[in-house]
């Protein structure tokens, strides 16, 4: 049995116990008999509302409730006597008397009620609130690296869903007997590791499977059509299949891409060419973001750091390129 069962179970004993008892003490010592029946009418309602809570094994409640029905009960207990005693040539009858009891006991629970679910509240413990769950992780995002970074800015909240034949394929990637292979595996599992840690995110394992599915990309698909949520991903291929498939896909690449700073033609720029380009003559530098720079008439500046002007920034589904033109000797 649960232990919040077993809390429960407890307390509505000894409600039971300390309401017989007192029972029993106002039989013996009141001539009122309809104050006792009165008494014990309310008893056994009081019973069946903590029963009716003990099945939803809520404690708080529970302890809220007895607490609010006695000190209702004994307040309405003494104004029933009150009365009796101040109005005793007016003969109130039972039935009225057990209205006098109850009522202040109806309030003290449903008074007792409220305030447990405040207490819990500030004990840390809300009503369960379901959490967003941001998308699901698919392999090449993992050993990306990237995902735990933006993690860690706090832009992302909620869950992360870990499909376990990810967690699988991972691991056979890991175990590979190929170097690079194995070096990124283990990269993998080191990133989850490292998102596993972040205040901002959790991460689910889920255990659903299509074994009849041979594909991975396609078991993402399905899973993602399951849950009715996005795949964060940074596969080209994956990405286009699933917007075919109207599946939402959160490419860490365009977000990079968007995030790289703006260049206008005719802006200036230093940068160190490295080697030539396609077309003759042109030489071909990078940015520090990764951002590749072609330059008409930098093949013979292979090896120097120049001063380029941009003339025009070509956005591609592969990245950003700038061509620029160098005016100097």
């Known amino acids: 049995m649960p232990l919040s069962k077993i809390i429960s179970t407890v307390i509505i004993l000894s409600y039971l116990l300390f309401g017989g008892l007192t029972g029993v003490s106002l039989f013996t010592t009141t001539d009122h008999i309809s104050l006792v029946i009165a008494f014990f009418l309310f008893l056994g309602l009081g019973t069946v509302k903590l029963l009716q809570i003990w099945l939803n094994s809520d404690v708080f409640k529970i302890i809220g409730g007895v607490i609010g029905g006695f000190i209702g009960l004994v307040s309405g207990t003494i104004l029933a006597w009150n009365l009796s005693l101040l109005f005793e040539e007016l003969e109130i009858s039972g039935y009225l008397k057990g209205l006098i009891i109850i009522i202040p006991t109806l309030i003290g629970i449903q008074l007792g009620l409220g305030k447990a679910k405040e207490f819990r509240e ?26 735990a970074d933006i993690c860690e800015t706090g832009f992302l909240d909620g869950d992360l869903i870990i499909p376990q034949f990810i967690l699988q394929e991972l691991q056979l990637i890991a175990d590979s007997s190929e170097s690079t292979k194995r070096t990124r595996g283990r990269r993998g599992l080191d990133i989850l590791n490292k998102i596993k840690k972040q205040a901002y995110v959790k991460i689910i394992i889920c255990e659903t499977d299509y074994p009849s599915v041979k594909e991975v990309d396609q ?7 399951q849950m009715t949520c996005s795949i964060i991903t940074n596969d080209f291929n994956l990405n286009k299949v699933a917007e075919v498939q109207s599946i939402q896909v959160l490419n860490i690449n365009l977000l990079a891409n968007a995030l790289k700073p ?20 042109q030489g071909v530098a990078y940015l520090d973001d990764g951002t590749m720079v072609v330059i008409d008439n930098g093949k013979r500046l292979m090896g120097r750091t120049i001063e380029a002007t941009v003339t025009s920034v070509l956005q591609t589904t592969a990245g950003r390129m700038i061509f620029a033109n160098y005016k100097g000797p």
């Open 219 to 225: 078991k993402l698909i399905q899973l993602a059509k």
């Open 122 to 147: 500030k004990m840390g413990k809300p009503d369960s609130q379901p959490r967003k769950i941001i998308g699901i992780l698919d392999t090449s995002v993992i050993i990306d690296g990237r995902i």
């Open 262 to 281: 703006i260049v206008l033609p005719g802006e200036t720029m230093k940068v160190q060419v490295i080697k030539e380009g396609k077309e003759p003559g």
